[in-house]
């Protein structure tokens, strides 16, 4: 039985219109993909490796026993009343590099998940000429914080470094696209993100989650 | 090989069994992926993820369900996702070009019916989209899409008839033509 609102004759054409002329799938790509999908998951087994979950608890314990000896080394000199002052601006020097270290994989998660939404964006626009007044401005913003990145103590990370090297370059040539040779400048462009493998590195570099929170395991 | 020992296989760490698994559900995945998307670059992401994704979290896969359904419900997951973040962004820079280009008027060609009928689907609200694509246009059953996006078979039901009501009052005067 069909309710009021159904009409057969015209499902049936919508179906089948539908199916020829919306988002009419290619050939699927099969080895492209499998290529860059074996090559992600080599390197987030290495990342596994480095985050298993029991290290992440013997960090968390391990950070414990330290502050639990800190705290009782440094009170044991307050009461001995020697060294008093040396601990307490060791210990607020400690704290302020942690909080140091925290703000900047904050800024780290924060940039790096703009410059995903930025090159997918750009590989999703490549065949489109979308405005390359717009994109260079954009790349031109991201490619400075990128400079700025590679200058902080967040580029220690030899991973994060050579991310952030890749990203520069890609940045770069963005930012000096031609308006006149545009369509092919995008292809070169497109065809190195995809030789270096870049975005699918920018993204196993991003932890899950929202991104303001999204700090664990930034760098 | 059945698709059991297939996954037994690939859980062992066998790379040609990984292969094989991706072949016999890549095509389905890219298409859907492409579908939502409309994009090769972005069906392609969206393609690799959720196979990275499927193969990290192959241990927590049950086999309650088909092993097509579960995989599924991982593609739309990072596909509306991603779209999502995609439109955002699209979304941000727009706002910053309309501003600067207040004033200017584009004239819009009148559309064909191909245009018409992209518009009035890009319009529908994304679960109204989604259901529409995953059925009408792949092939999926209720109660596929009800485990894919974790509502139920009604859910899907309902959703599906009211996208075609509001695609047939989008296309009313063109569908009349193409019918006929």
Known sequence: MTDQYEDPKFDAWLKDAARGTYHAPPTTPRDEMWSRIAAARQRRARR??????????????????????????????????????????RGVNREIDSLAGVAYQVAATQYLSRTEAFLTSFRADANRSVNTARLT??????????????????????????????????????????????????????????????????????????????????? | MDESTLIARVRAGDSAAERALYDAHVDRVYRLAFRLAGDDALAQDFTQETFIRAFDRLDSFRGDAAFSTWLHTITTTVVLNGLR????????????????????????????????????????????????????????????????????????????????????????????EWIA
């Open chain 1, 48 to 89: 596994v490796i480095e985050l298993r979950p029991w290290m992440r608890w013997v960090t968390a314990a391990a950070a414990v026993l330290a502050l639990g000896i800190g705290i009782g080394r440094w009170t044991a000199d307050r009461s001995s009343g020697k060294g008093t002052d040396v601990a307490v601006t």
């Open chain 1, 137 to 219: 401005r954009q790349a031109r913003e991201l490619l400075t914080t990128t400079q700025l990145m590679l200058d902080s103590p967040a580029a220690n990370n030899p991973r994060l470094r050579s991310l952030l090297e890749d990203l520069e370059l890609v940045l770069m040539q963005i930012a000096l696209l031609n308006p006149v040779r545009d369509g092919r400048d995008r292809d070169l462009i497109n065809e190195g993100m995809n030789q270096s493998n870049v975005l699918p590195k920018l993204r196993s570099a991003i932890p899950a989650g929202p991104v303001p929170a999204r700090t664990e395991g930034a760098l």
């Open chain 2, 85 to 176: 973040k995609v439109k955002r962004f699209r979304q941000r820079e727009t706002d910053i070009d309309d501003a600067r280009e207040i004033g200017t008027v584009h004239r819009q060609a009148e559309p064909d019916l191909k245009m018409r009928l992209k518009q009035a689907i890009d319009a529908l609200p994304e679960g109204y989209r989604t259901v529409f694509l995953m059925h009408d246009v792949e092939g999926y059953t209720h109660e596929e899409i009800g485990v894919a996006l974790g509502v139920e078979t009604g859910t899907s039901k309902a959703q599906l008839s009211r996208a075609r009501a509001k695609l047939r009052a989008a296309l009313s005067d063109f569908a009349g």
